[in-house]
């Protein structure tokens, strides 16, 4: 089955789901995650090397009631014709990023990689709400995701995008709904909003 | 008298396999309608097993709750099934990829992939004949056996397991259960009885080998071939195999098909109906050349041509190869001029102007969307265009 395609990030978190090591804590204020910075409160865990072992090099995942009901994840510095993920599978046909997309081309690529991100076939992704958004001293779009999945509850989520230098940085939060993705929303915006390129 | 009509059925079930080719002149159900288990108990315990993962299909947020969709296949499902009707509960399943299936207790789930790719209601058919005459021949419970008989207990109640946690889904997991042992023999029975249950249910019997030849040409026109081409769409050369024995047999039986096909208004109408979900949910999987080769069914066939149109420039958009973007507007004004494009063609144009940096027609393009589409989500984004 298209399982096979699953991401190798999306798998490795939900083997590694029930692991109660390994997490440590993201300290308050400014953090670094592969050279985009972003500004956090208290509450946030790192998930720990294991779960995004086979992710992008610099990508976090950061939850605060677990990874199965909140996650934020921080994908830095993607290449012009670079996937947003890795894939185990030679036919899981990853979307690329290009260095001259539009806000709208952003909001696909992000919808196509979600659907890899929970495996192809077992989700359907939309996305609303493309807007602009300042980050930093640049432009940059938010828009909102709804996934629903084949057995899981449905996820909302809200995305961050912003591209620097020719590089792509995301950080998409995405949690269960009804209430985690409530829960959660407000602090987690103000993480996404906050995020910019980390001075050299 | 009905348990000793089942255990005749299961014996003679057992005793008629393995076996080469089957003549489907021999081939007949092999329960009655309304058939429930009552003699073995490992049947009795896979009935209940698959009963606990229909409950959970039932409730998921993938399932396609449309009156008319589920009316349209549902129909299909009771034409082939006639006086097994009742015995199948239909669950069609919102999944862009190519399939159906069947369990041992009627659980029948039909991806709309399917619905994506077929040319007729016919080709529709042919594949829930295919999957009744699994059902009807008992190949469910043979195959539910053989897996029993290949895995631990452990390992079997780990696909169960799977299915909780999410790492397989609900409705994959199902599909895979009902599929995983079937033989090749059971796969040729179901493919030949199949053809015969179309035939008495007055639909083409020649869309049995169409369907077919179909998934070969989208295998061909893939840019990306699958590793694992899904539970229907075996590979080659198996896939070309069951084509030809099937066309073979079906020109034998029933002579050549008709020279001219009239137009499938029924399937037309629910495609036109859904089909801005059923083609997104193809865009999403980024397999452009699968893509490409559906919409060209989809206009051949008769599928609202601003819609066909409007997907291409979606198709060639994001695809991004040489020419691409050119091939995308070109696309994009032709759903226009068609006159009924979605308020999308408007706003994508727009888009492309835009990367040309003609920031005139794009603004023309994105008034025209925000018209078009008052409330639209991203009116915002828009906006922000528009005031440059």
């Known amino acids: 089955m298209f399982n096979r395609t699953l991401m190798m990030l999306a798998l490795a978190a939900t083997f590694a789901g029930c692991a109660t090591t390994g997490y440590s804590l993201v300290q308050p204020g400014i953090n670094n995650a592969g050279g985009m910075q972003v500004t956090a409160g208290s509450g946030w865990n790192i998930a720990p090397a294991v779960i995004t072992s086979g992710a992008r090099k610099g990508t976090q995942l950061w939850t605060r009631d677990g990874i199965y009901l909140d996650r934020l994840v921080l994908i830095p510095a993607v290449a012009d014709g670079e996937p947003l993920l890795t894939a185990a599978a030679k036919d899981a046909a990853l979307p690329v990023f290009r260095k ?23 989700a359907a992704v939309s996305t609303a709400n493309l807007r602009p958004q300042v980050f930093g001293s640049g432009r940059g779009v938010m828009f909102d995701i709804d996934a629903r999945l084949t057995d899981s509850p449905t996820y909302k989520g809200r995305v961050g995008a912003f591209i620097v230098d020719d590089k792509l940085y995301t950080i998409w939060y995405i949690a269960a709904d009804p209430y985690y993705f409530d829960k959660h929303n407000a602090v987690a915006e103000a993480v996404i909003t906050s995020a910019r390129v980390a001075a050299p | 008298m009905t348990r000793l009509f089942v255990l005749l059925a299961l014996t003679l079930s057992l005793a008629t396999q393995p076996r080469a080719r089957a003549e489907d002149q021999e081939l007949g159900h092999l329960i009655p309608p309304g058939y429930r288990p009552a003699e073995a108990k490992d049947e009795v315990g896979l009935w209940s097993e698959f009963e606990r993962i229909e409950a959970a299909i039932n409730k998921s947020a ?18 082939v099934a006639a006086a097994y009707c009742n015995d199948f509960r239909v669950y069609l399943i919102r999944n862009p990829s190519f399939n159906a299936s069947m369990t041992a207790t009627g659980m029948m789930q039909i991806w709309t992939g399917l619905i994506i790719r077929a040319s007729s209601t016919d080709e529709i058919a042919a594949v829930v004949a295919h999957e009744i005459a699994h059902y009807t021949r008992l190949h469910s419970l043979e195959g539910f056996r053989a897996l029993k008989r290949k895995m631990s207990t452990g390992a079997f109640f780990d696909i169960g397991l799977a299915a909780l946690t999410g790492v397989y889904g609900l409705g994959q997991t199902a599909a895979a259960m009902s599929y995983l042992s079937f033989s090749r023999e059971q796969e040729t029975e179901a493919d030949l009885f199949g053809a015969r249950l179309l035939a008495l249910a007055s639909y083409d019997p020649h869309a049995s080998y169409r369907v077919w030849e179909q998934l070969i040409a989208e295998e061909k026109a893939a840019e990306v071939q699958r590793e694992d081409p899904g539970i229907f769409a075996k590979t080659h050369p198996e896939a070309e195999d069951r084509m030809r024995y099937l066309k073979t047999r079906v020109h034998s039986r029933y002579g050549p098909p008709d020279a001219v096909v009239s137009k499938d208004q029924e399937l037309i109408d629910v ?69 009924n494009p979605p308020p999308e063609a408007y706003k994508n144009l727009g888009y492309l102007h835009l990367k040309q940096g003609d920031l005139d027609q794009a603004k023309d393009r994105f008034r025209q969307y925000l018209a078009a589409e008052p409330n639209a989500s991203d009116r915002a984004m828009i906006e922000f265009y528009l005031e440059e």
């Open chain 2, 62 to 79: 993938l399932l396609v709750r449309d009156p008319a969709l589920n009316d349209y296949v549902g129909e299909i499902v009771c034409r």
């Open chain 2, 271 to 339: 495609l036109n109906q859904n089909y801005m979900f059923l083609m997104e949910d193809q865009i999403d999987t980024n397999r452009f050349g699968r893509t490409k080769q559906i919409l060209e069914r989809h206009a051949t066939i008769g599928v609202e041509p601003s819609l066909v149109r409007f997907f291409y420039g979606e198709m060639f958009r994001q695809r991004n190869q040489a020419g691409d973007l050119d091939l995308a507007m070109s696309a994009y004004r032709h759903s226009i001029e068609l006159g």
């Open chain 1, 100 to 122: 001259d997309m539009l806000p709208n081309e952003v909001e696909e690529l992000m919808e196509s990689t979600l659907v890899k991100y929970f495996g192809e076939g077992n």
